[in-house]
């Protein structure tokens, strides 16, 4: 049960993390010398390197919806991450176990994460002529999707384990 355990808890915080990294990062979206993230846009002009917040180059109003289900990802990875540390401690929250707690949370999270990365890949397709890609941001946020998902797995065992 242990190795269950440790499993879902570094899934958690792998998953959590990655979401973290992509969240804030600004390496979404890359267009010759100019990237995108959710919340700024930098580009270099000889050899300066100048970053503008989207409040003041004005808010894309696609990025409303993958922000918020990315934030609303978040605050449900990193209760499903501090629920499963504490399945190490012998104590219930009201009628439900730790890990189902963890498992709905994870779950919940990886629903909120494929909203966002699903919103964000349909509204930024490439429809014009430019030559542009999806940077490594991107790629982390999918990423801690299948991962969240995962750690929703490694929980819902832990309940019938720890009951047996």
């Known amino acids: 049960m242990h190795i269950l355990q440790i499993s879902a808890v570094v899934c958690a915080f792998i998953s959590l ?13 890359l267009v010759g010398n100019v990237n995108q993230g959710l919340w700024k846009s930098c580009f270099t002009v ?14 894309p109003v696609y990025l409303d919806v993958p922000r918020t289900f990315m934030i609303f990802g978040m605050i ?23 890990a189902k707690t963890s498992a709905i949370a994870s779950l919940v999270a990886a629903g909120c994460v494929l909203i966002a990365m699903a919103t964000f890949t349909g509204l930024t397709a490439p429809n014009n002529g430019f030559a542009w890609s999806y940077g490594w941001s991107f790629g982390l946020g999918w990423a801690s999707f299948p991962l ?17």
């Open 17 to 29: 993390l990655l979401l973290l990294i992509a969240l804030g990062s600004d390496y979404w979206v």
């Open 46 to 59: 000889v050899s300066s390197y100048t970053c503008l917040s989207h409040s003041m180059a004005g808010i």
């Open 76 to 98: 449900a990875g990193a209760v499903s991450c501090i629920v499963l540390c504490g399945t190490f401690f012998d104590f219930q929250f009201g009628f439900l176990s730790q």
């Open 148 to 164: 969240f998902l995962i750690t929703g797995g490694l929980s819902f065992p832990l309940d019938t384990a720890g009951s047996a």
